[in-house]
């Protein structure tokens, strides 16, 4: 079964916003830290945000914080992530992901990840 599922991906401008909803399976969202990742072609994949199982601890790359936000609303198994001041080299597919901890999805252990929904961003 697949038990990530992304979705809101979509062509925007630069400077504008989208919200990635990424709905889990409640076995493992119950029992995981989740967070996302993304790759662009012909780069490696990218660690971009990660989020505690209670939601009080969130994690960024440099390169996103100040402009992304990731929550989770445990009662709907989803993890979301709010994208603002979208830029050209934000450009990716966008994985979402289960780890036991934050540190460990930023080390690329991974319980489970999704397809991916591609975000694409024009100049």
């Known amino acids: 079964q697949v038990q990530l599922v992304e979705s809101g991906g979509g062509l925007v401008q630069a400077g504008a916003s989208l919200r990635l909803s990424c709905v889990a399976s409640?076995?493992?969202?119950?029992?995981?830290?989740m967070g996302w990742f993304r790759q662009a072609p012909g780069k490696e994949r990218e660690f971009v945000a990660a989020?505690?199982?209670?939601?009080?601890?969130?994690y960024y790359a440099d390169s996103v914080k100040g402009r992304f936000t990731i929550s989770r609303d445990n009662a709907k198994n989803t993890v979301y992530l709010q994208m603002n001041n979208l830029k050209p080299e934000d450009t990716a597919v966008y994985c979402c992901?289960?780890?036991?901890?934050?540190?460990?999805?930023?080390?690329?252990?991974?319980?489970?990840w999704g397809q991916g929904t591609q975000v694409t961003v024009s100049s």
């Open positions: 409640a076995r493992i969202f119950s029992t995981n830290a």
């Open positions: 989020i505690t199982r209670s939601g009080a601890g969130t």
């Open positions: 992901a289960a780890g036991m901890t934050p540190n460990a999805i930023k080390s690329d252990l991974l319980v489970s």
